[in-house]
């Protein structure tokens, strides 16, 4: 997506994805995100490791647009890996506050997702009774787990989880984050709390579209109300879960107003639950972009900006959805993993050297069975020896 002037200097064409891109109060430098990734990289204690360091600056210094890190968990039960980002204590804010600080020193904004893993954890890792909205087990984790036990929330819990997202944004904040990312989707906590498919509760919290919406609602108007226009607060959601009884994008018609209306910023449309892995990071089987018409039917009932995900693969793929308005933002995962210049490279013109990714999903590290992320085509990051 380049062409040759007349002195030969190589002009870029990725005219939408450059664009600047206004998130509440923060000005994004270009459209390209890169989404959360619980990388198993951060220190066993969950501070933030070297390696993570490493990462996220990497990103940074590629020209990405938004980073965000994490999924850090804002409170120390149920972790279901060993070396994940955390946020539940003051102690990780001197860490937290060095990563976003490199981070930002490069032009990149830096966000952070704050994690609850409800029922999609295990017993026999973390050593809890898994809570959840309703005491259904999870499909897949109470199949591999043969210690898995979930009970259901009381309102004491509720209300302690409430505060503990909200303690979290403000750690966050108080670090010099400039995007708060509630994790809504994949079939985590709050996203259980959305879903008709896992929620059966018959107090405010559960039954119609509403009550469903009620923990988001209250967590974002919550962060909202604490932290002003101090940070930008995103939602990530499962635009379509892909189950029987899930959420599917004509939902979000009416769930989405609730959420705008608490004060979120941006909306980031996701896919799957664990019962449908396969959506959460789409394989090369199911094509190339399989989830731009979620986010543009999302897109269509939203009136703050909108991040697509899922198998943009290259910039030429990013810009054709910013382009045609599928979204305002695209989240390129594996993409930059593959190659964390790519956006440095692609407005340098040098869209050639790009190292691509092949769709091998080697990186899903929970299914091949590697303590953490690496990646197939960049050495930076290759399989743990
Ligand atoms: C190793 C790995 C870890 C992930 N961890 C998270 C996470 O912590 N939170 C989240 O919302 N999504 C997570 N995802 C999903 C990604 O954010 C993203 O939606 C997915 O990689 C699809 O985008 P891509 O096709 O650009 O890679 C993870 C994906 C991978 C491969
Ligand atoms: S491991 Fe494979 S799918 Fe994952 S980023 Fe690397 S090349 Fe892409």
Not at 16 to 22: K, R, S, T, Y
Not at 80 to 88: A, G, K, L, Y
Not at 161 to 177: H, I, N, P, Q, T
Not at 212 to 227: F, N, P, S
Request: net charge negative.
């Amino acid at each position: 997506m380049t062409h040759e002037k007349g002195n030969n200097a190589k002009i870029n064409s990725y005219e939408h994805a450059f664009q600047p891109c206004e998130i509440g109060p923060v000005t994004l430098a270009n459209r390209i995100a890169f989404p959360a990734w619980q990388l198993n990289y951060a220190n066993t204690d969950g501070t933030v490791s070297e390696k993570l360091m490493k990462f996220y600056t990497d990103l940074a210094r590629g020209g990405c647009g938004l980073i965000f890190t994490g999924a850090a968990v804002v409170t120390s039960d149920g972790i279901p890996f060993d070396r994940v980002m955390r946020v539940d204590s003051d102690r990780f804010i001197p860490g937290l506050s060095h990563l976003f600080s490199a981070i930002k020193e490069f032009g990149s904004k830096a966000a952070i997702q704050l994690v609850h893993y409800g029922r999609q954890s295990s017993t026999a890792v973390s050593g809890d009774v898994l809570m959840a909205p309703s005491a259904i087990p999870c499909p897949v984790m109470s199949q591999y787990d043969p210690e898995y036990k979930v009970r259901e929330m009381t309102a004491e819990d509720i209300s302690h989880l409430k505060d503990s997202f909200v303690a979290a944004a403000k750690r966050a904040a108080e670090a010099g984050v400039d995007v708060v990312e509630v994790h809504a989707c994949h079939g985590y906590m709050l996203n259980e709390f959305l879903s008709p498919y896992s929620n059966k509760r018959t107090d405010n919290y559960g039954g119609s579209p509403e009550n469903r919406a009620r923990l988001i609602v209250e967590i974002i108007r919550e962060i909202r109300e604490e932290l002003g226009g101090q940070v930008a607060v995103c939602l990530r959601i499962s635009g379509h879960e892909f189950v029987e009884g899930g959420l599917v994008p004509e939902d979000f018609r009416e769930l989405l107003p609730l959420f705008e209306e608490a004060g979120i910023d941006m909306i980031n449309v996701a896919a799957g639950v664990y019962q449908s892995m396969e959506r959460i990071v789409p394989p090369k089987s199911l094509g190339l972009t399989p989830h731009a018409d979620i986010a543009a039917t999302i897109k269509s009932f939203s009136s703050v900006p909108v991040c697509a995900v899922g198998s943009i693969l290259s910039l030429a793929a990013a810009e054709a959805m910013l382009a045609n308005g599928t979204a305002d933002l695209t989240a390129m995962g594996r993409a930059q993993m593959a190659d964390p210049f790519m956006v440095k490279k692609a407005a340098e013109g040098n869209d050639e050297e790009i190292r691509k990714c092949i769709h091998c999903n080697s990186c899903t590290f929970w299914t091949t069975g590697d303590p953490e992320v690496y990646c197939a085509v960049n050495p930076d990051y290759g399989k743990p020896v």
